[in-house]
């Protein structure tokens, strides 16, 4: 059977009596395959992150994020807001089976933001030096945006075919090539760089090579899953139901962009690259937040998209309130040990990063408040409602700039993670709003708050033993303290009750064991 028409058996509807089990499950197969592909990846970067910091030092390291931040702003225009779009529509031409409309939006997802981004690569060639100089005062960085502008093409078209794989509910080639194949190169590459002598140059240039192995790589898989060689012509190109959807998600996903990116802008326009280099390691840091959260965020895409198209609202609420507490649960314990123990987490990666001890924690809120509403984001792009995603990114980037403007200045690196948290909590209760008034559905149930009584409980025994017990911070205590942590929380878990669709992933996750066991 081809690798289409096993879409298509997939896709087939099942009774109205396990279908909603089917998708809980569905997500919670896919959501493990992705975040074991990230825990892997977070290690991988985590290392990676220890090793610029120390060889580069915070100016160094500053550039480098400086420079980077850049392509990726330019591979977020080249997307054209076409990588919704993709993860939309591939699923519903899948289940329609419609082969010709598949082969149209695989076509533009990749076609049109390829050609954007090789005319905003040569545009970065050209005005790399006035860039450097007139918007950042900060000549050294020309040379790098010069290096890097070439990469442009690769950054982007990783992302439309990743996207173009997970519309395929294939989560596995997304974790392979991005995550596992992407960290390895980008830190085997460093380390071997690092022996001879490594700077910003060689840095931007290991992390281009890295984007190029893993275009490749994803090219492959994409190919595996939907045959790439077809005539073109064949191709049934929905362009004006497609634009009308991807135009106001890429003005969201522009302003998300630059929203993400802005206080790594204005710290390096309005204070020094210094600052730039240790708001970068604390983000890095709070990544594992954004790592759990963007596994369950990813799986849900095509799900919703499937379910929103049916308008099967029942079952859309039922995964909206599940994945919500999945996310919180495996999020809350990591915020828990960054509140506790932020000095000695950051310290790993030199005293030239001190300082960001503040912004840590700051921005460790920021990612329980994303985790803490779910995928109420999912159930509005994928429904098709990308206007009010729109809405909501304008306002958050209005509170971010004027929040940067005025606190940077001022207040530097905690001015900067203030405007984060503050975004991150206006655009969260906007989409908290919006779910409700569009499917009368909320993300909270009785059970959600099990993970609450579970964190604190945990909070109030561990800051009992860090305060009168063992008080020293060194490492080795402080490993201790988190494995106490994570011990307790965990318990605390299995002591208050798992749920039915805990239990339901439980009884599937022993089933597969026993089937790879050997019979005795």
């Keep these: 059977m081809s690798n289409f028409s096993s879409q298509i058996e997939a896709a087939k509807i099942v009774s109205p009596v396990t279908r909603s089990d089917q998708n809980i499950t569905l997500a919670a197969k896919g959501g493990s395959i992705l975040l074991s592909g990230k825990l892997f990846a977070y290690a991988a970067r985590f290392i990676t992150g220890i090793l610029l910091a120390r060889f580069l030092a915070a100016e160094q390291y500053g550039l480098y994020n400086l420079s980077l931040t850049v392509v990726e702003i330019a591979a977020g225009l080249a997307a054209f807001g076409l990588v919704p779009a993709l993860v939309r529509y591939i699923p519903i031409y899948v289940s329609r089976r419609d082969e010709n409309r598949l082969w149209g939006i695989i076509q533009l997802g990749l076609g ?72 390895v190169v980008k830190f085997v590459l460093l380390l071997g760089l690092a022996i001879f002598g490594l700077n910003a140059v060689g840095a931007v240039t290991v992390t281009s090579l890295a984007q190029v192995i893993v275009c490749g790589l994803l090219f492959f898989f994409l190919n595996k899953q939907f045959s790439l060689k077809r005539p073109l012509p064949l191709a049934h190109h929905e362009i004006k139901e497609v634009l009308t959807f991807s135009l106001p998600s890429y003005m969201s996903q522009l302003m998300s962009i630059f929203s993400g990116n802005i206080k790594t802008i204005m710290l390096g326009t309005l204070h020094s690259v210094a600052t730039v280099g240790i708001f970068a390691v604390a983000r890095q840091i709070t990544l594992i937040s954004d790592m759990f959260h963007a596994s369950i965020v990813t799986v849900s895409q095509p799900i919703i998209a499937e379910l929103s198209s049916r308008g099967e609202r029942e079952q859309m609420g039922r995964l909206y309130r599940t994945l919500t507490r999945w996310s919180f649960t495996l999020n809350f314990p990591l915020f828990l040990i960054i509140m506790l123990f932020p000095g000695a987490i950051i310290s790993i990666f030199g005293q030239t990063f001190a300082e960001g001890v503040v912004v840590l924690k700051i921005l460790a809120w920021a990612g329980l408040v994303n985790t803490a509403t779910g995928i109420c984001g999912v159930l509005i792009d994928m429904s098709g409602n990308t206007h009010l995603k729109l809405v909501n990114t304008v306002t958050s980037i209005i509170a971010n700039i004027g929040l940067s403007l005025f606190m940077i ?112």
């Design 112 to 183: 049109l933001p390829a050609v954007i981004s090789i005319f905003l690569g040569v545009g970065l060639y050209i005005w790399a030096n006035p860039i450097a100089e007139q918007l950042f005062d900060e000549p050294r960085l020309g040379p790098l945006l010069q290096l890097v502008s070439p990469a442009i093409l690769f950054f982007t078209l990783v992302d439309m075919m990743a996207a173009a794989t997970r519309g395929f509910k294939n989560m596995h080639y997304t974790v392979i090539a991005q995550d596992i194949v992407l960290s």
């Design 409 to 520: 200045p001022q207040w530097g690196l905690v001015g900067a993670a203030v405007a984060t948290l503050t975004g991150a909590i206006l655009m969260n209760l906007l989409r908290l709003l919006e779910v409700f008034v569009l499917f009368r559905l909320l993300p909270y149930d009785l059970k959600s708050l099990k993970p609450v009584a579970a964190g604190l409980i945990t909070l109030t025994a561990v800051w009992s033993i860090h305060q009168f017990i063992l008080i020293e911070t060194n490492l080795i205590q402080v490993s201790l303290k988190v494995l106490i942590l994570l011990g307790l929380y965990g318990g605390m878990i299995l002591l208050l009750g798992l749920s039915q669709e805990d239990h339901l992933v439980i009884t599937r996750l022993r089933q597969r064991i026993n089937a790879i066991l050997p019979k005795t």
